[in-house]
């Protein structure tokens, strides 16, 4: 897996961590984003969505 620096991932719980920490960052920074049903999407290998972290509920909860 490749994290959204381009680097590798361990695995499918640090892709989502990464995730979840991009959906936070970009709630905190692009508040234009917000309120529009926005989501971080991560995919594997085959280019299958493994997990989906919404950018409004990151707000909440960051």
């Not at 991009?22 to 493994?50: H, M, P, Q, W």
């Amino acid at each position: 897996m490749i994290g959204s620096t381009g680097q590798p991932v361990v695995d499918r719980d640090q892709a989502i961590a990464v995730a979840k920490r991009l959906a936070i960052d970009l709630a905190e920074e692009r508040k234009e984003f917000l309120g529009r049903g926005y989501f971080v999407s991560v995919t594997d290998g085959d280019e299958r969505e493994i997990h989906r972290e919404s950018i409004d509920s990151a707000e909440k909860s960051g």
